[in-house]
């Protein structure tokens, strides 16, 4: 599966943003999909995960309550609502997608199988 991220930006602190991940193929509802990001210096972290259906979900402790994952799969897409941004949360933001049974979420990139290119956010103070 080939995975295109989309959404990113400038933004203000205490902005949103709505990152999207639209997926090819005609199996999106067999993969599990993910967020993470990096900044720059810094390893690639966890944001969220959802299973297959959307029914389960996981995020990281430093953005949950402010983002929120969801998938629409008539729409091969995934996506990251981001409120009340944060300087810190400024990274490239990229999503995966995981071969996996219909509950599993993933939060570990390892156990991951396909990665987009990335999308840029950067929030000003």
């Known amino acids: 599966v080939q995975l295109q991220a989309s959404g990113g930006g400038l933004v203000q602190a205490g902005g949103s943003l709505r990152l999207s991940c639209a997926a090819s193929?005609?199996?999106?509802?067999?993969?599990?999909m993910g967020w993470f990001r990096q900044a720059p210096g810094k390893e690639r972290e966890f944001v969220a995960a959802?299973?297959?259906?959307?029914?389960?979900?996981s995020y990281a402790d430093s953005v949950r309550g402010r983002f929120t994952i969801s998938r629409d799969n008539s729409k091969n897409t995934v996506y990251l609502q981001m409120d009340s941004l944060k300087p810190e949360d400024t990274a490239l933001y990229y999503c995966?997608?995981?071969?996996?049974?219909?509950?599993?979420?993933?939060?570990?990139?390892?156990?991951?199988?396909?990665w987009g290119q990335g999308t840029q956010v950067t929030v000003s103070s």
């Open positions: 959802i299973n297959r259906s959307g029914g389960f979900k």
């Open positions: 995966a997608a995981a071969r996996a049974i219909l509950s599993d979420v993933r939060t570990d990139e390892g156990r991951y199988d396909y």
């Open positions: 193929g005609r199996t999106f509802n067999n993969y599990a």
